[in-house]
């Protein structure tokens, strides 16, 4: 399959989706609008979105259904990254090129940006304008777990912990946790949101949640390894894959995480071609 047209058919749908979930910059208050917008649509790749619509499509379901969540997992992704950019937090100046949305807008304003993406993203979530009646217990479901992969046994969990290990000599099993929850727990749920709203069976989202297990763990390795000559003094504290175990090891480490997460297709044949040709792209770029 074509995966570039396949990833660009997708982030336009999920672009135009986006533009319609948020209150346009010039409603009042317009800075804060301006702030959500400056962030949300700041060239990201879209990963979290596109898996879940992925997941459905490979167990034989629609995307209208699933674009509600995967659009509101995006604006979790984007609350997650101006909060990490804060100086309190990793303390970056730049995200994807461009100033960070405390450098813009002012530190206070970021939080609350931040905070309206994420109040924003649970009325999506809540939206059922247009659904079936009888996907309610589903969208419930799928509702719980979000909940569950941000908190504080989830996503703000792990930046806990990884706030709590800067600059200390960490073990592996703790850097593991912090990106399980960090970065694997949004790829994880998004894989198991678009099973879910699809009513696949268990073992397919068995299947498919190790797949995005493994994915995420490969994911940040090659994220870490593609900034371990990063020099700023914030960076020298965090803890990575390559500064823990080595490049070799850590590069062996994503191959083996890619392979599993691979493996994990192979249940779905051919139906699996899409989230294969996926793993290739965003692992391989």
């Known amino acids: 399959m074509d995966i570039k047209r ?23 208050p317009s800075l804060i609008h301006q702030a959500m917008r400056y962030s949300l649509f700041s060239k990201g790749k879209r ?8 997941s459905a499509e490979v167990v034989g379901g ?13 604006l979790i992704h984007t609350w ?39 109040i924003q993203a649970f009325r999506l979530l809540s939206d059922l304008k247009s659904r079936e009646d009888r996907n309610l217990k589903l969208i419930l479901r799928v ?14 969990g792990g930046q806990t912990i990884d706030l709590n290990s800067e600059g200390k000599e960490i073990s592996l099993s703790r850097l593991k946790y912090i990106h399980s929850h960090k970065t694997g727990g949004l790829f994880r749920v998004a894989l198991r ?19 995005g297990e493994a994915l995420g763990l490969a994911f940040q390795i090659r994220d870490d390894l593609r900034d371990k000559d990063e020099k700023s003094e914030q960076r020298k504290k965090k803890a990575t894959y390559p500064a823990l175990l080595g490049t070799k090891e850590a590069e062996r480490l994503a191959r083996l995480s890619k392979r599993k997460a691979l ?15 996926l ?7």
């Open 6 to 28: 396949y990833l660009r058919e997708k982030r336009s749908l999920i672009e135009k989706a986006l533009d319609e979930s948020l209150p346009k910059t010039k409603e009042y």
């Open 47 to 54: 990963l979290r979105p596109i898996l879940a619509l992925a």
């Open 62 to 74: 629609k995307i209208k259904p699933v674009l509600p969540v995967a659009c509101a997992l995006e």
């Open 80 to 118: 997650s990254l101006i909060h990490d950019d804060l100086p309190s937090m990793d303390n970056d100046d730049y995200r994807r090129g461009r100033l960070t949305s405390h450098k813009v807008f002012g530190e206070g304003i970021a939080v609350l940006a931040g905070d309206a993406l994420l």
């Open 143 to 156: 509702i719980k777990e979000i909940s569950e992969a941000i908190g504080s046994r989830g996503l703000i």
């Open 193 to 211: 949101s678009g099973t879910i709203l699809s009513r696949a069976k268990k073992e397919e989202i068995a299947s498919l949640t190790k797949y």
């Open 263 to 277: 493996s994990a297709l192979k249940m779905f044949g051919e139906r699996g071609e899409v989230l294969k040709e």
């Open 279 to 285: 793993a290739e792209s965003i692992l391989d770029d």
